[in-house]
């Protein structure tokens, strides 16, 4: 990939030209490259949006039909497993410590088979 010339900078002008302003973004004192004139790059930010918001579409359609569903087992389970402790569900801690009571689990080791739960 190629090194941009150009560093990135920012500028704001009001409609009414009554003030203006403009930044030069740094990092570690070093100025930061502007990489809207490269292709791969934005072609790599593409696919990683394109990623993102296939893994989020199910949820997404999901809060959309169910507007009081944040936060719920059925949210929670169409959420990425990467996002679970970003985003903590109540109704999905109360699942599992059902769950783990009901298995009899400790530490992830079951002290009873499935047979014995289910006869």
């Known amino acids: 990939m190629t090194k941009p010339r150009k560093s990135l900078t920012a500028s704001y002008r009001a409609a009414s030209s009554e003030f203006e302003g403009s930044a030069n973004p740094t990092v570690d004192g070093k100025p930061v490259p502007d990489i809207s004139g490269l292709r791969k790059p934005v072609e790599i930010a593409q696919e990683l949006a394109d990623e993102v918001m296939n893994d989020l579409d199910k949820l997404s359609r999901f809060l959309g039909r169910n507007p ?17 402790d970003a985003f903590p569900s109540e109704e999905m801690d109360r699942l599992k410590s059902w769950c783990r009571v009901a298995l009899n689990c400790e530490m992830g080791n ?5 047979a014995e739960l289910c006869p």
Do not use: F, I, M
């Open 68 to 84: 009081d569903g944040r936060g719920s087992v059925e949210a929670h389970a169409l959420l990425p497993s990467e996002l679970w």
């Open 110 to 114: 079951p002290t009873k088979s499935t």
